[in-house]
């Protein structure tokens, strides 16, 4: 029982971040709302707890099909979805990637 508590809280803090993040995303429709793109975030992150340590590309076919089945009527189709979905999975994996506007500037090098 404690687990799944501990995981409800993991996939809403998930939620809560991606929903303050995704406006300021470069692959973000800005005609459309947060709501289409939450069940590719959520196959994002979801997918990265079942297969950490495993390469995204690897397992990118389970998680195209995990996306059809989680979201099988979102006018998101998996081209446009894949994007939040590897942004989720590189933030649950430590990536930093270029699509992280508070990544910063590296200086002094």
Same mark, same amino acid.
């Given at each position: 029982?404690?687990?799944?508590?501990?995981?409800?809280?993991?996939?809403?803090?998930?939620?809560?971040?991606?929903?303050?993040?995704?406006?300021?995303?470069?692959? $973000?429709?800005?005609?459309?709302?947060?709501?289409?793109?939450?069940? $590719?975030?959520?196959?994002?992150?979801?997918?990265?707890?079942?297969?950490?340590?495993?390469?995204?590309?690897?397992?990118?076919?389970?998680?195209?099909?995990?996306?059809?089945?989680?979201?099988?009527?979102?006018?998101?189709?998996?081209?446009? $979805?894949?994007?939040?979905?590897?942004?989720?999975?590189?933030?649950?994996?430590?990536?930093?990637?270029?699509?992280?506007?508070?990544?910063?500037?590296?200086?002094?090098?």
């Amino acid at each position: 029982m404690k687990e799944d508590q501990g995981n409800a809280e993991a996939v809403n803090r998930e939620d809560a971040y991606w929903r303050e993040q995704h406006a300021k995303q470069s692959y $973000a429709d800005q005609t459309l709302p947060y709501e289409h793109y939450a069940p $590719a975030y959520r196959v994002g992150y979801e997918g990265y707890a079942r297969h950490s340590g495993k390469p995204f590309e690897e397992i990118e076919t389970d998680l195209a099909l995990n996306y059809e089945k989680a979201a099988p009527e979102s006018p998101l189709p998996w081209d446009l $979805a894949r994007p939040a979905i590897k942004a989720a999975w590189d933030k649950m994996s430590g990536v930093v990637g270029p699509r992280d506007p508070d990544r910063g500037v590296r200086t002094g090098m």
